[in-house]
């Protein structure tokens, strides 16, 4: 199976390790830009074989479009109102309210978390109070955030955040994120954490291969969101573990 990568996606420590382990199972690769507007590779890939990608959402696209197998894992079951129809008190924040950028009702919270409703990377999900709202709503170049739907909830407090591949339904590797709201990285992920995540798995996930960030909360283990797994950064993951799986299930 060829994997085709966007260099100028992943940040270039996750790129390197990406690439090495690729390398190291002597497995061939691409490397593609896509210009800015655009939805073509440079250079161009010709594969008559099975393809697996890793970048933005545009790659995905042309995934689609030229229906390589297995391509991408996105779909539509990628939004944060169908998590929430199917997990329920699962998810960290299921307490939300939803509406458009420039019109969604906050004014009962002083902070709160705020993320597009899908999983288009257009914004990072972060947490930030009703002055910077307005200020992002009377700023100019966010004004392609105007329409953008949105959810926002009550900030919660989350002792330790973890990032989880999940291949084949199986939890293959992962890491510890944050501890205490600051970036910290470990590869040391407790069993409970993994014994949660396969409860979630068993219940519903929105793709077979994905990557789930778990927080442990006041609340005891909650379901953060869902990433599509060709385009999630890996922290402290074991990469090498992750290619491995992917190549043993779909190439």
């Known amino acids: 199976m060829h994997w085709v990568i966007q260099k100028n996606i992943f940040r270039s420590e996750n790129y390197k390790l990406l690439t090495d382990s690729l390398d190291i199972l002597g497995i061939g690769y691409t490397s593609v830009f896509i ?8 250079p161009d890939v010709f594969i008559s074989g099975k393809v697996y990608v890793c970048g933005a959402i545009k790659l ?15 779909n539509e079951k990628f939004s944060y109102d169908k998590w929430l129809c199917e997990l ?12 458009v950028f420039s019109d969604i009702r906050v004014g009962h919270m002083t902070k709160f978390f705020i993320r597009p409703m899908e999983d288009n990377k257009v914004f990072d999900g972060m947490v930030i109070d009703s002055e910077m709202l307005k200020i992002w709503r009377s700023d100019p170049s966010k004004k392609y955030l105007s329409e953008l739907e949105v959810i926002a909830s009550p900030v919660k407090a989350i002792y330790r955040e973890y990032r989880l591949f999940v291949v ?5 590797t992962g890491s510890v994120y944050k501890i205490a709201g600051r970036p910290h990285v470990s590869d040391v992920i407790e069993q409970d954490v993994i014994d949660y995540a396969n409860s979630i798995i068993k219940k519903w996930v929105p793709s077979e291969s994905l990557v789930m960030d778990v927080a442990l909360s006041e609340d005891g283990f909650k379901v953060i969101e869902f990433n599509n797994i060709n385009s999630s950064g890996f922290y402290a993951s074991n990469v090498l573990r992750y290619v491995e799986a992917v190549q043993a299930i779909y190439a």
């Open 35 to 42: 210009p800015s507007g655009k939805l073509v590779l440079e």
């Open 60 to 74: 995905s696209k042309i995934a689609m479009d030229r229906k390589w197998t297995p391509g991408s894992f996105l």
């Open 88 to 99: 329920g008190g699962d998810l960290l924040n299921s307490d939300i309210v939803t509406g």
């Open 168 to 172: 084949n339904r199986k939890v293959v």
